[in-house]
């Protein structure tokens, strides 16, 4: 028989995150490795996706997006960021930010091009530059405030690289790049002629005083900057497929029509639901969303602490990578699955977050969970006998 699977299909795989979830699944535990956010979805979110329903707003919309979502979407970068946009040219919303991001690589990079990509690093953006032929280079950022410098990113730049992705507030390890570190990789960026690919997807999620800082903010990066983010976890609508890109009007329609081609639109009434979130919850939403997270942080960062399981305090985000080296294992894969058994609580092995073996002794722990969840969570944790 001659017939077979494309090429293709090896340069996707299923993730860790996945696999653990299925593993959890498979016992009945605890799931502390997928972002599923299951936290209470805003009422006025779940009212206006009703209500589009019921008023027949169930067709295809424009490529690029419902008005109304797109005119809310610009609002809200002028309320929180003091940035001007134009919803009709200058917003493209899609299948979530990780639909968002597979058609900006489809329109602006080339076969072959090299993007930098800060590791420890979330799958998906590696995964997406395979699955469109770019290749990805890394930057490792050194612990535990997952620094790194100018010249690490000169070591890696060659004739080939056409961007960098930041992530921030960052998924696995909670870093919100700093202005500093933001103006040095503008700097970069500038001065290499690259695009500034941006996941903010966790961008309402900061502690300790932290800001979001919007690297297409700082001067003379707008054009270059490909802003990408979504309502996913700010809503907890993590399979309601929002997301959006911010960009130059310039590369805006091609991502548009590369949008069209694969998702056709994002859910219609679903638009229309977040469109009205965006609009009428008032800040002190998005100031409950800080102070509830930074909570569950601290449970869980407490509980990591009390189990001999070091963890990197993160800085935003919803995630805790933790020093799982003591618990029996030959890699990270074999201690999270013993984890698992000894008791009940499954989180994500390092590996899933480098290019090479250097996650062997980390593992990522999801804390966006209800309060009971989180606490019968970190109950066991605290508990763990090693």
Not at 199 to 222: N, S, T
Request: glycine letters at 8%.
């Amino acid at each position: 028989m001659s017939l077979k699977l494309s090429s293709r299909h090896e340069w996707v795989m299923q993730s860790e995150i996945r696999n653990m979830s299925i593993e959890c699944d498979r016992i009945g535990g605890i799931n502390l490795s997928q972002g599923v956010c299951d936290l209470e979805v805003p009422e006025i979110v779940r009212s206006g996706a009703k209500e589009a329903i019921d008023n027949g707003i169930n067709s295809y919309t424009r490529y690029d997006g419902i008005d109304e979502l797109r005119e809310a979407i610009a609002l809200k970068q002028k309320r929180f960021y003091g940035m001007d946009v134009d919803p009709v040219n200058e917003i493209v919303v899609s299948a979530g930010t990780t639909g968002a991001l597979y058609c900006v690589c489809l329109s602006l990079l080339e076969p072959g091009d090299e993007v930098i990509v800060f590791e420890p690093y979330y799958g998906y953006h590696v995964n997406t530059l395979v699955a469109t032929q770019a290749v990805p280079v890394y930057v490792r950022m050194s612990p535990p405030d997952w620094t790194f410098c100018a010249n690490d990113l000169e070591r890696v730049v060659t004739a080939k690289t056409r961007g960098i992705i930041i992530n921030t507030p960052a998924n696995p390890s909670g870093k919100v790049f700093s202005y500093e570190e933001l103006e040095m990789i503008s700097n970069f960026a500038q001065k290499h002629d690259i695009f500034i690919f941006t996941d903010e997807i966790y961008e309402h999620f900061l502690y300790d005083g932290r800001k979001h800082l919007q690297p297409a903010k700082i001067e003379g990066m707008r054009e270059r900057t490909i802003t990408i983010s979504g309502l996913s976890k700010t809503f907890s609508i993590t399979g309601w497929r929002i997301g959006y890109c911010i960009c130059d009007k310039k590369w805006s329609q091609a991502i548009g029509y590369f949008n069209d081609l694969i998702y056709v639109c994002a859910p219609a009434p679903l638009q229309m639901g977040v469109a009205k979130g965006l609009l009428e919850l008032p800040k002190s939403y998005y100031d409950g969303l800080t102070l509830e997270y930074k909570e569950k942080r601290d449970k869980i960062c407490d509980a990591l602490s009390n189990a001999g399981l070091e963890p990197y305090i993160p800085q935003g985000a919803y995630y805790v990578l933790s020093n799982i080296s003591r618990i029996p294992g030959k890699n990270s894969k074999e201690r999270v699955i013993y984890l698992l058994k000894k008791i009940g609580v499954a989180c994500v092995p390092g590996e899933a977050f480098f290019h090479d073996d250097s996650g062997e002794n980390l593992a990522r722990f999801c804390f966006a969970k209800k309060d009971d969840v989180i606490d019968e969570a970190c109950k066991r944790i605290s508990a763990l006998q090693l």
